[in-house]
């Protein structure tokens, strides 16, 4: 929010500056006629021979010319306001390309708050199972039970925000604040795939899926 109004500060004294060189161009254009002038009038009084008086008009012209670059402080001057106003617009552009990574933050807050899920309470004794969160991915992402054995199924967030892990079919979510873990049991009695994703919005797009297999039960 500090980019914008240190774009206007800019713009502001380079105008003045622009202003102030023209203003000071003028003036010396002005003074260059004037001296001018008086060599035309010296001339027609007969002060000044035709040869002196081009010769000071020579110089004149010449004086004008050189005046009228801009000179080492002036670009200097000019240097250091562009390069500021530069800086200013990036820096602002800074944070307008800062909003989806801002947005998808605080889409990990905003109506989703940890709560440990909807997962039962883990099992004394279960197989378990590990699922890291990062941003935006989760690792391992395919994961292989066994049909009507239980599993303890961790979720540990190593990610910036909250994350969450969800698999629809089976009715099963954990989720965890930044820097937290949270687990929960599962037992499921029909092999098959299932896929799981963070359901915190745009975070599954983004890339956070993954699949879990559920083998059959080894014939006894």
Same mark, same amino acid.
Request: negative net charge.
């Given at each position: 929010m500090m980019a914008m109004p240190l774009v206007l500060v800019v713009l502001a004294v380079l105008v003045v500056a622009v202003v102030g060189m023209s203003t000071r161009d003028d003036a010396d254009r002005r003074s260059v006629s004037d001296a001018q002038r008086v060599l035309d009038r010296r001339l027609a009084g007969?002060?000044?021979?035709p040869d002196e008086h081009?010769?000071?008009?020579?110089?004149? =012209?010449?004086?004008r010319g050189r005046d009228s670059r801009p000179g080492t402080g002036v670009i200097v001057v000019a240097g250091v306001l562009v390069?500021?106003?530069?800086?200013?617009?990036?820096?602002w552009g800074g944070v307008g390309t800062s909003w989806p990574d801002q947005g998808w933050q605080m889409a990990g807050?905003?109506?989703w708050s940890s709560g440990g899920g909807t997962a039962a309470a883990p099992v004394p004794g279960a197989v378990e199972a590990e699922i890291v969160a990062t941003d935006l991915r989760f690792d391992p992402t395919t994961v =292989?039970? =066994?049909a009507g054995v239980p599993v303890n199924l961790t979720l540990i967030n190593e990610g910036r925000v909250f994350h969450d892990l969800t698999i629809s079919a089976l009715d099963f979510m954990l989720d965890a604040e930044s820097g937290e873990q949270t687990s929960g049991s599962l037992t499921v009695d029909e092999p098959?795939?299932?896929?799981?994703?963070?359901? /915190?919005?745009?975070?599954?797009?983004?890339?956070?899926?993954?699949?879990?297999? /559920?083998?059959?039960?080894?014939a006894s």
């Open positions: 007969g002060e000044l021979g081009d010769r000071r008009v020579a110089v004149l =012209t010449e004086t390069v500021g106003l530069l800086v200013a617009v990036f820096a807050h905003m109506g =292989t039970i =066994t098959g795939t299932y896929e799981f994703e963070c359901s /915190v919005p745009g975070h599954a797009a983004a890339g956070m899926r993954g699949t879990l297999t /559920v083998e059959p039960a080894a």
